[in-house]
């Protein structure tokens, strides 16, 4: 089955409905409504003893984005696609740098996600075990392993 880039209809439909699916509550549950019409993702409590702002894209890769929702989509999907960057670049008439940002800033959201879900192991009276070992490919069968990868694993024993 081959796969292709969608159309830039495709990709505002996609931001609609990702947009749609956000909660418009404030952090302590209220309904919220829109304060501005320059920024639609600002918003305020309707609640008279909170009244906090809040912007509902605060943990999203698109808060502080100043593209269009649909345009850093169609990037990240460039990007999941296989393409380079200076061909997103051409694809989207927009500069490598800006790609570059955008990118780096998914990376850092993703990675920040990744960590905040993986739980530690061990912890009291619990004994880990750690290992480290060198992954790569012998040279003529002889000799040293030239190139690798260091691969790190841990386990916890309970007795």
């Known amino acids: ?6 159309t830039k209809e495709e990709y505002k439909k996609i931001a609609a409905e990702f947009i749609s699916s956000l909660s418009i509550k404030c952090p302590s549950n209220h309904i919220g409504r829109k304060i501005s019409s320059k920024n639609i993702y600002n918003y305020r409590c309707k609640n008279k003893w909170c009244k906090i702002n809040y912007n509902i894209l605060e943990n999203t890769p698109f808060k502080g984005s100043k593209l269009k929702i649909w345009k ?25 740098n800006t790609i570059t940002r955008y990118l780096n800033h998914l990376e850092e959201k993703l990675v920040k996600k990744y960590y905040s879900k993986i739980k530690p192991i061990g912890g009291k009276d619990v004994i880990v075990e750690i290992d480290e070992s060198k992954f790569g490919k012998v040279k003529y069968n002889k000799g040293h392993r030239v190139e690798g990868v260091w691969v790190f694993g841990m386990t916890k024993c309970t007795n």
Request: proline share 0%; net charge positive.
């Open 1 to 6: 089955m081959s796969q292709s880039l969608k």
């Open 72 to 96: 850093a989509i169609r990037i990240f999907d460039c990007w999941l696609f296989g393409l380079k960057i200076k061909d997103i670049s051409f694809i989207l008439r927009l500069n490598k």
